[in-house]
């Protein structure tokens, strides 16, 4: 089978059906010209709220279609996205990337489902979990210097401080500083202050990209949209955060409590260097925590207002901008109290 990257001239739409189909198969004639094209059957598992996500299977082989939403090259660098992807194929962390067409992605299929929230909050699955992120972090190499403030900045430029509904530009006035500019560059300084290590992240793992193999019991990850070097601490702190859902409106009573925050940290730290694992690191990042949590829900806030003004997907991300927006500064404000405290 022909594992070399292969670019096609096609756009596959993400409102006609049978358009994307055909699209499809006009790709895969040449990608797989061994497969008959009119017994090729299609399967759809869009979940990601901000794309379109396909199978294409003949016989027993399937090959995934990934279709950009549109404008989501505003708030995903997709250049970066095929960079990582084939640098986690390589150290077998993700799915074999076949292919690019003008908007979307080809690859492999990895077998197994998306966690349902309520295993993700079932502590059985922590550990797998854990050690899944330890040895992403352990195991890519990365240059030391993240980019995370970078893309959050990066947001920011394309934030429009003018909503076109007057009820938007209301409650985005009533509910977010003026300066975001400003609350970036706050958590920054923190956060390069407490000197946590960098590594390669998903920057994402939230239940739709947790996939479990029932078969082998292995927890993999998918959907590397966000991948890039980050704060380890980061990939964790954003990681439980998820535990509040995305259907509707977060609920942040359900995420874990800090005995299950601490014991996650612990398998985490075990998994990634059982040799230099230690209190003083553990309790390092434990106190470091809230502080990460709050840079997590500033990028997603940030990314969510941008998405408010661009996306053609039918999703309240004001709303969920705000739910963001609110926990930022409740774990900032905890994280500077404990500061404080101590």
Known sequence: MATEFQTFNEDLSLTSQTECEDSARAILAKLRPEWTSSEIKFEYFSVGITNKIFSAGFGTEHVIFRVFGHNTSKVIDRENEVTAWRQLAEHGFAAPLYGKFNNGLICGFLEGKSLKIEQMRDSRFHMNIAKRIAQLHASVPTNGKTLVFEKMQEFLKQLDPKFEDATKQEFFVTNFPQNLAAEIEK?????????????????????????????????????????????????????????????????????????????????????????????????????????????????????????AQNSTIDFDYLTYAHARYEQYEKRFQKYIGSVNHH
Not at 265 to 294: G, Q, T
Request: one cysteine or more; aromatic letters at 16%; hydrophobic letters at 40%.
């Open 187 to 307: 958590v920054e300084k923190l956060v390069i202050k407490s000197k946590e290590p960098v590594a390669f992240c998903h920057n994402d793992l939230l239940v739709h990209n947790i996939v479990f193999n029932g078969e082998t019991k292995r927890i993999e990850f998918i959907d590397y949209e966000y991948a890039f070097p980050n704060y380890a601490l980061y990939d964790i702190a954003n990681h439980f955060c998820e535990y509040a859902g995305v259907e509707g409106t977060p609920d942040y009573t359900k995420c874990l409590t800090k005995d299950e925050k601490w014991l996650f940290i612990n398998d985490y730290l075990h998994f990634k260097d059982s040799k230099n694992h230690c209190d003083v690191r553990m309790k390092a990042m434990y106190k470091h925590l809230p502080l990460f949590e709050a840079t997590a829900h500033l990028f997603w806030a940030i990314w969510a207002l941008v998405q």
